[in-house]
């Protein structure tokens, strides 16, 4: 069993910043992809941004290309969401996950292992 845990969300102005960190306490972590997917209020959870283990390679939405920025430490067993130029559309509940396979993926269901959310909530 891998236990995900979410920290960081916030309040913060339209233009400002947050970095989100996702802490692994059980389970297997550094071996495998972790991905960030985040659902507002009324929509679907969507897909944000990946990792793969050794973090040699990221994958972003378009909608946050630019200004996300995905890393791991696995000596902490943490992945981190760096969030700059924030705006009122990335309010949303953020989800980390891990992957079921060493393979990454954009596919929510590709992740089996997720924490409980950390709310970031964006005003003008």
């Known amino acids: 069993q891998v236990r995900l845990v979410e920290s960081g969300g916030g309040l913060v102005l339209a233009g400002g910043s947050l970095r989100l960190s996702c802490a692994a306490s059980?389970?297997?972590?550094?071996?495998?992809?972790v991905a960030w997917f985040r659902q507002a209020p009324g929509k679907q959870r969507e897909f944000v941004a990946f990792i793969v283990w050794n973090g040699g390679r990221t994958v972003y939405a378009d909608s946050v290309k630019g200004r996300f920025t995905i890393s791991r430490d696995n000596a902490k067993n943490t992945v981190y969401l760096q969030m700059t130029n924030l705006k009122t559309e990335d309010t949303a509940v953020y989800y980390c996950a891990r992957a079921g396979t060493p393979l990454p993926s954009t596919v929510r269901v590709a992740y089996n292992y997720w924490g409980q959310g950390t709310q970031v909530t964006v005003t003008v």
């Open positions: 059980e389970g297997t972590f550094s071996t495998y992809p």
